[in-house]
């Protein structure tokens, strides 16, 4: 149910969605006896129109979510394995052209790759069903593996979970399928706005994975009051991350994650360590 209610969910807080239906709404209504508040819906449309696309309020969340985390780190005890979150791959549009089809998230895909390169003793785990609600083509994971295989990782070195439909299913369905131990190692792939809502989902079912964010989209301390290039600019930025936002909140609402904002933990400290 929290799945379907998900989708519908999202569908429907769509900034520039909610923006449309109160100025379509207003439009009707000047056609109506209540002509005076047809006229202000639409200028209200209007105006938050104008608001969202000329000032940074999409631009400023993206960068508070991207900046969460800092970029993950290799060096330290062996890594146990990486696991890289579904959400690139179009399993749709795979199967109706029959090529791989990746949208703008594959560094996802291609770091997670790269890492297990760099870590002959790693396994690379992939997470990902069939996200769509009405659909019925593969899991994500059989196109992954594809690509995978592509780009060079041993098959014998690729684990894959292919059930999970959101993210507290990925967090859920990976924990279940791979067991970790203590003292193990596992390195959380997937793109930096992403990060915090992903985090706390395997917080929440008892993994503990370390972030490594990739895929940015803004730089580390940016003008957020330089003017757009594109003055509806801001409409976009806002859509894009307006889906991490309701997550966040949504996740914590229903208790798959225990944080509103996940971040880093604390670095741990030596409590009991004699002064020199």
């Not at 690509?147 to 959101?166: A, C, I, M, T, W």
Request: proline share 10%; hydrophobic share 45%; charged share 20%.
């Amino acid at each position: 149910m929290f799945f379907v209610l998900s989708k519908v969910l999202v569908f429907l807080t769509v900034p520039s969605n909610v923006i449309l239906s109160i100025g379509v709404i207003g439009l009707i209504l000047l056609l109506t006896r209540f002509r005076r508040a047809g006229v202000r819906l639409t200028a209200a449309s209007l105006l938050l129109l104008l608001i969202v696309g000329v000032t940074p309020i999409g631009y400023a969340l993206i960068v508070a979510l991207e900046n969460r985390f800092p970029p993950g780190k290799e060096d330290g005890p062996p890594i146990t394995g990486v696991i890289v979150l579904g959400g690139p791959i179009d399993s749709r549009m795979s199967t109706l052209r029959g090529k791989l089809s990746i949208t703008g998230e594959v560094e996802r895909l291609l770091e997670g790759a790269a890492l297990v390169k760099r870590h002959p003793s790693a396994k690379l785990v992939f997470t990902g069903g069939n996200p769509s609600l009405f659909g019925k083509d593969p899991p994500e994971a059989v196109y992954a593996a594809q690509l995978f295989e592509q780009l060079g990782v041993p098959k014998e070195r690729l684990v894959f979970e292919d059930k999970s439909r959101n993210t507290a299913e990925n967090a859920q369905f990976t924990r279940a399928m791979l067991d970790p131990k203590p003292g193990e190692r596992w390195l959380l792939v997937t793109s930096a706005v992403h990060m915090p809502r992903a985090v706390g989902a395997f917080r929440k079912v008892g993994f503990p994975v370390e972030p490594f964010p990739v895929d940015w989209s803004s730089p580390p301390n940016p003008n957020l009051w330089r003017l757009p290039r594109n003055l509806l600019g801001g409409v976009g930025a806002l859509n894009a991350v307006s889906h991490e936002v309701i997550g966040l909140a949504a996740y914590w609402a229903t208790g798959r994650t225990s944080e509103l904002f996940p971040g880093p933990l604390p670095e741990p400290t030596d409590c009991c360590a004699k002064p020199p």
